[in-house]
């Protein structure tokens, strides 16, 4: 056989492959199963047949959610990797396919559409690899979840948390609801409600109220009663439905409450004074002994093995005026071994006071010891507790001898005029539920106390998240404050409120 020259033969390639005919159009195409040209082959298969090239998303107002199947909320913004999942996740046919790559068509964000452009390979006709864009069309339905319909509904829980103090003063309700702000401890709460004593915090599950418990035990001394019952059963899948209850009783006792602690209370906490001061209710109960500055904490365990009340509570202060004061030294301290800790902040000072409606009328002072004297100066008003006239009907304190009882107990140094504080607070705090409180009850008393032990307790002001007060408008004239060293809030202090929802994420302060 003679061998016969290529050249000039259209159906051979200059790389020595042999090109063949389409059998539609005629077109020199490399060789294929299908011996067709990729415009022919498209025009009979159609890879992408299978895939809808228009679906819905479900999505709920209320929490920013997007329904991923089968019954799954995510939160997903915009043009992000996980809405282009659930997009993906829509589509029934994609498993015929392989997708090679996928992106967003940026469409207009209020139209209610989501475009998504896709790349797939498939193989056809005897294993022809073809591969195919197209665009699919989402149109955005909305749809309540299931969480939100219960959160709407406000009757449908599964667990109840019952917070309630059996106290006069409320203060220490107030920082509660404060922390819990501050650390966003009510995000899966379905519902909040007011109660006299407290506030009732409603869970779809159980897992979410015991974590609330959880919290609220870290912050607050509290005893813990749990209970269930049952809503309905089947015996025959064993299966039951309980609904929980979580019973928190918080410490009856809140700052500048004054205290009457029994003989082993006292050994156990530095042989301090039976009657002490409430200096700071946290994690742990602190007091402080306002005749020898000495300090002590007790745990909320230790508390309710041997609980004890207040004998005297805020509502109680006396107003008195200083005439004299005299600073302590510390070789006039009665120390003794065994003695707790004594607070260095404080200055222990004698000072001499005369009740402030008996001004002028009474000229006999009354003698006693005070904590506080490195806030004091000779005509300062402070707010005391009169144990001479007062009626106090507890069993550890009706076994003092009288003359371990002082007759004056001083709290804290009196700033004025409350009326004109509440006017140049520029500040103000976030809360659970909005209701209105007004000085004359009682509730918005001890709120207006709460602000006040704000003002004058930094370490308490660390837990508390501050904001700015846009509506007041202080003058720049502060003359009219009965007292120009009066505590105050730093700007620095403050946060800016936002106009947008509470359950926006922040970033870090």
């Not at 109220?209 to 309905?232: E, G, H, N, Q, Y």
């Not at 809140?254 to 006292?266: A, D, F, P, T």
Request: contains cysteine; negative net charge.
């Amino acid at each position: 056989m003679e061998y016969m020259s290529t050249e000039g033969n259209p159906q051979t390639s200059g790389s020595g492959v042999n090109k063949i005919l389409c059998c539609e159009c005629g077109v020199d195409i490399e060789p294929n199963p299908a011996n067709m040209c990729v415009a022919c082959l498209r025009t009979h298969v159609d890879i992408t047949e299978g895939i809808p090239k228009q679906a819905v998303l479900h999505f709920c107002r209320n929490c920013e959610r997007y329904l991923q199947p089968p019954m799954e909320w995510v939160k997903a913004s915009l043009e992000s990797r996980e809405l282009l999942a659930v997009c993906i996740k829509k589509l029934k046919g994609l498993k015929d396919v392989k997708l090679v790559d996928a992106g967003f068509v940026w469409t207009e964000p209020h139209s209610k559409r989501i475009k998504v452009k896709l790349t797939v390979h498939g193989q056809v006709m005897g294993g022809t690899v073809l591969q195919q864009i197209f665009v699919v069309e989402f149109t955005v339905q909305n749809q309540m979840c299931d969480d939100c319909h219960r959160t709407e509904a406000k009757d449908f829980w599964q667990c109840v948390v019952q917070v309630r103090q059996k106290a006069i003063n409320k203060k220490t309700l107030f920082y509660l609801e404060q922390m819990i702000l501050k650390h966003r401890a009510h995000e899966n709460t379905i519902g909040i409600k007011p109660a006299p004593n407290g506030m009732d915090f409603f869970y779809h599950t159980d897992s979410h109220a015991r974590k609330m418990v959880d919290f609220i035990s870290s912050v607050l001394p509290i005893k813990l009663t749990t209970a269930k019952k049952l809503i309905s059963q089947d015996i025959h899948s064993n299966i039951y439905n309980y609904k929980f209850t979580y019973a928190i009783e918080v410490v009856p006792v809140s700052k500048g409450s004054l205290v009457c602690l029994n003989k082993k209370q006292q050994q156990h906490l530095g042989s301090i004074s039976p009657i002490c001061l409430i200096q700071r209710v946290g994690a742990q109960i602190h007091l402080i002994d306002p005749l020898t500055a000495q300090m002590a904490e007790i745990t909320g365990m230790a508390y309710w093995k041997s609980p004890f009340e207040s004998i005297c509570n805020p509502k109680q202060l006396v107003e008195f005026i200083v005439m004299d004061l005299e600073y302590v030294q510390d070789k006039d301290r009665n120390y003794f071994p065994g003695q707790g800790p004594v607070s260095h902040k404080h200055v222990l000072s004698d000072i001499w006071l005369v009740k402030a409606s008996e001004l002028g009328v009474n000229e006999n002072t009354i003698h006693t010891r005070t904590h506080i004297g490195h806030l004091l100066k000779v005509g300062d008003s402070v707010m005391c507790y009169d144990l001479s006239e007062a009626n106090i009907n507890n069993a550890d304190f009706e076994k003092l001898k009288s003359d371990k009882i002082p007759d004056v107990i001083v709290v804290k140094k009196h700033y004025g005029d409350k009326s004109v504080r509440k006017r140049m607070r520029n500040w103000k705090l976030k809360h659970l539920v909005d209701e209105p409180m007004t000085d004359t009850d009682g509730e918005g008393a001890d709120y207006n106390e709460f602000l006040e032990d704000l003002e004058e307790d930094p370490t308490l002001r660390q837990n508390v998240n501050i904001f700015k007060d846009s509506k007041k408008q202080i003058p720049v004239d502060t003359n009219d404050m009965d007292d120009q060293n009066a505590p105050r809030v730093t700007l620095e202090e403050m946060l800016d409120d936002l106009v947008i929802g509470d359950d926006v994420e922040m970033g870090d302060e």
